[in-house]
């Protein structure tokens, strides 16, 4: 290599001679990027050292010491002097790309430092694309419905704002050349072609009803009566995860039907005295919280997960708490539910809920959960079988509560009753286990008090 560029500064002497120095400043300049952001190179040049004078590996490493540092000097935009790339951010471990579900802004609008103006949509939560600068959106690069991973540009901010217009440049006036066509008059039309013969088709003859009526198809209904619109990203992966869990698992649910008379009283006398000292409100769900607890811990096979050939016992218990949005189901997780206690349970779910209402939950706040409590009965259900969230073994399902006449001390009463449904992985987990945990659901919600004692 070090010969073919000395027969190179042989041939062209121009090239082997001392530069000028107004060539050594037009290299300098910022418009030749590939030496100008090279100090070590563009010092030998200004010093009249002919760059095929230097071994070729001075030249090949001085340029890679600065090539890394060059690309990786912004992680999320892409600064340029007065614009700047607003670009999908790191989106978690396992989200490797997600769907351009919205813009928030349009061209033009006016948008703060860290300011949300997309939202991209992953498997699992929607994740914002903030402005990296204060400025004004001057374009859109993607359009909504797009895949898009980390790094993608989505917008091109501009500090200042020039540049930027968000009205339609008026129309060009006609040119010369179209007005002095537009003077010439037209042509002469061609003259008419002569009249061809008018010939008439012979008719038809009519035809005879049919005696018998012919088979006609179901009439279906219009195609413009039906709307068709693509899954969005966290639907497709609730299918998917759904189905796998039909296919995988040996489902089977028994049932029980829970007094909610006690749970009831203690929540109306103290939900006064709770929500002034724990400043949130004193619901039913905690309650079923503390019991499956209790459950698990007396049925550790509920908690466990068949892995391979291997069952794998969870020496924690993290609650998945089931929560419907209008995205999609999401199933946030109350990490080291046996370590808390009411309030510190109520005031997880209220913030979880919010999270998954307004579409803010992070990854960490869904991952993982050994067991699923699931509460159709604010929709209104009476009675559902509901299915596995994997990797998990079982699932609760809480229903609505009814007045219905119950036997108390011979004697018919009216109790508010709810349905309770258990879920579970029969290869895993057998009937006896099965019962006896969804029994020991039916004793704690019954008499809370079986908490205070543990019996």
Do not use: C
């Amino acid at each position: 290599m070090y010969g073919k560029m000395q027969s190179l500064g042989k041939a062209r002497p121009a090239l082997a001679g001392s530069m000028s120095q107004s060539y050594a400043d037009t290299i300098l300049t910022p418009e030749a990027p590939t030496l100008g952001r090279n100090p070590k190179l563009a010092r030998q040049i200004h010093l009249g050292v002919p760059v095929n004078s230097m071994p070729i590996r001075n030249v090949v490493s001085s340029l890679k010491s600065d090539f890394s540092t060059q690309m990786w000097s912004r992680s999320f935009s892409s600064d340029s002097g007065d614009l700047v790339d607003a670009v999908v951010p790191f989106m978690g471990e396992s989200i490797s790309d997600g769907t351009l579900a919205t813009f928030l802004k349009k061209p033009g609008d006016r948008v703060e430092v860290d300011e949300p103006i997309a939202q991209i949509e992953t498997d699992k939560v929607t994740i914002d694309v903030a402005s990296p600068e204060a400025g004004v959106i001057q374009e859109f690069v993607a359009k909504e419905g797009d895949t898009v991973e980390p790094g993608t540009k989505v917008a091109i901010i501009s500090k200042s704002g020039e540049g930027v217009t968000t009205h339609v440049a008026p129309s060009e006036p006609p040119t010369q050349d179209a007005a002095a066509k537009a003077e010439k008059p037209s042509s002469p039309p061609p003259p008419p072609p002569p009249p061809q013969p008018e010939t008439q088709p012979p008719k038809a003859a009519p035809k005879q009803p049919s005696s018998k009526p012919s088979a006609t198809e179901p009439q279906l209904p219009p195609k413009d009566r039906e709307r068709r619109v693509p899954m969005t990203r966290l639907r497709k992966r609730v299918a998917t995860r759904l189905k796998d869990s039909q296919n995988t698992f040996a489902l089977l649910t028994t049932f029980n039907e829970v007094d909610m008379t006690n749970l009831m009283k203690l929540r109306s006398e103290y939900k006064d005295a709770f929500l002034e000292k724990h400043g949130v409100k004193l619901g039913l769900m905690s309650g079923f919280v503390k019991a499956a607890v209790s459950g698990l811990q007396n049925q550790p096979i509920i908690n466990a997960v068949i892995d391979g050939d291997d069952i794998i016992y969870r020496d924690y218990i993290d609650i998945s708490i089931a929560v419907g949005t209008p995205k999609g189901l999401v199933v946030p997780v109350i990490r080291d539910a046996e370590k808390m206690n009411f309030a510190e349970i109520e005031k997880t779910i209220n913030t979880l809920a919010k999270k998954a209402n307004n579409g803010s939950l992070s990854i960490d706040e869904m991952a993982g959960g050994s067991f699923t409590i699931s509460n159709g009965g604010v929709y209104g259900s009476l009675l559902s079988t509901p299915i596995i969230n994997p990797p998990q073994s079982a699932i609760l399902g809480m229903h609505s509560i009814v007045n219905k006449p119950m036997v108390v001390g011979g004697e018919i009463k009216a109790r508010p009753m709810m349905y309770v449904a258990l879920t579970y992985d029969h290869r895993l987990i057998d009937g006896r286990e099965a019962v006896f945990f969804l029994r020991r659901i039916k004793d704690v919600v019954e008499d809370p008090r079986r908490l205070l004692l543990d019996i």
